[in-house]
Structures are given as C-alpha cells and as structure tokens.
C-alpha cells in the first residue's frame, strides 16, 4: 500500500442503506487520525455476483483493505473465501473479511467478530437481582444465529431455534408452549423483521405467555426499540437492542482490519 493512511472499508450486504457501521468506524478513523479513510456501504441483493463486484473493487485507486458482511450474506460469503479462522469455521459464517494484497495476487481471510458482540450483549442481560437465564429461544436461523448459537453453547445455556415461517403461533397448545417457554427464558430476535423501514412489523408470538422474568435481545438496532422490544416491555420484561453487539463486534473486526495497516 503506496499510503497506508488512505484505504477503505466497507458493508457487504443487501440491504445496507439502514447500517450505522459507517458512523462507527468514522469515529474509529478519527480516534486514529485517519482522515483519509472511507467506510463505504456495499449492497449486494446475490453473492453469486462478489467475484465481479471484488474485482470492480481492486480497480479503484483507493485500496480495499478489507469489509464487513450483514445479511445475507454471512454463509454464503464463506465460498469466495481463500482462508477462515477456526473460530469462524466453528460457527460457520463470517461477518468480517480481510483483504491483502501481495504481488502473488489477492487473499480474502474471513473471520467472525459476531460472537464478541453477541457475547457481550448476554453479558448485560446478567443482573443479580434477577434469576439465571434457564434457556434461550432464537427466533431465526441466519448467519447471525449461528454466532448467538455458538455462544449459548459456551455458555451451557439450551437453546431451540425457531425459524421464521415456522414460529410457535396461538395455534398450538399451551403444553407445547410450556416446554419451550419456561419462567426465565431468554428469547433473541436475529432476523431482519422490524428493521427500518418496516418498523410496523413484528416477528409473531404466544403473547399470553410472556412474563416479566423474560428477556429480549433484539439484534435489529435501527430503530433503536422496535415494536417486539415495545411488546416485551408492556410485559414488563426486559428488552434491548442490537446496538451493543453491533459496536462490540464493529470493535473487535477495527482491531482485524488494522492488521492491514500496521
């Protein structure tokens, strides 16, 4: 790299224009008086066009050192990759690439900063006051999951997924319910359902059934309280966002990225 001090970053995804990682990493820049970087948004509605979109990318005069991938694209990213982290193979997605340049040619390493993210975020839902998670329920099963998955299973807390055209409705029987739902279940939202611009929408649940001892982490952070937050509120139970993961993760693939740099 002829400058180290100018190159860009970007969000790999489809959609992107929602993202406030370019905030985040502007504040990255300025803390390390970058000020000729770029973080750029990426969208990207089928992976199978990347090849085309990287090499439209490596033509540009400033350099791509690398970029972070949403959904989604978190699975399906890991077939144009030339190497992944053990980590990443373990949950099986990627959500940050780097990318080096060498005269031997162009090397994509996949990574995934999810599961410091997701891993901070159950740290916060930990409050003395308050019972031990029992278990967990996933509404979804994308890429993101797959990082809240492997850290439940760090954790040793249980956990069932429920996709979502198949989520538990008011059809089914309260003992089906009761197996699943339990007095200190912790449920977290990992699909794109509320996001902004469809704020109105809401994954659909057995409302009856939750309590104030539930816990909702929502991975959507714009808008900052969704409607399945609100609802698990009028609970009186706890509910964030995806606001924390979002910088914990973003935090830990700054610190990927500037590998390039350094």
Not at 190 to 214: K, S, Y
């Amino acid at each position: 790299m002829q400058n180290p001090r100018a190159f860009r970053l970007g969000l790999l995804g489809h959609p992107v224009s929602h993202s406030r990682s370019p905030e985040i990493f502007a504040a990255f820049f300025r803390d390390e008086g970058l000020d000729e970087a770029e973080y750029q948004l990426f969208d990207l509605p089928s992976i199978e066009d990347f090849p085309s979109f990287l090499q439209a990318q490596l033509n540009q005069d400033l350099p791509l050192i690398g970029f972070n991938v949403t959904v989604p694209h978190k699975v399906g990213i890991l077939d144009h990759l030339d190497w992944i982290s053990a980590g990443a193979r373990a949950v099986g997605a990627v959500n940050t690439v780097l990318v080096k340049q060498s005269d031997t040619g162009i090397t994509l390493s996949g990574h995934n900063t999810d599961v410091d993210g997701f891993a901070h975020s159950l740290t916060r839902m930990h409050n003395p006051s308050h019972p031990e998670i029992s278990n967990a329920i996933i509404l979804g099963n994308g890429g993101s999951a797959k990082a809240v998955k492997f850290v439940l299973e760090q954790e040793h807390i249980p956990f069932v997924v429920w996709h979502r055209n198949e989520l538990i409705n008011h059809h089914l029987s309260d003992t089906i319910l009761s197996h699943y739902i339990q007095p200190n279940t912790l449920f977290i939202h990992t699909t794109p359902v509320g996001m902004w611009p469809n704020t109105q929408e809401c994954v659909d649940l057995p409302w009856h059934e939750i309590q104030p001892t539930h816990k909702l982490i929502d991975l959507v952070y714009n808008p900052e309280s969704t409607l399945l937050m609100q609802r698990f509120q009028e609970k009186g139970a706890m509910a964030v966002n995806g606001k924390p993961m979002l910088q914990h993760q973003a935090i830990a693939a700054w610190n990927l990225f500037k590998q390039n740099l350094y």
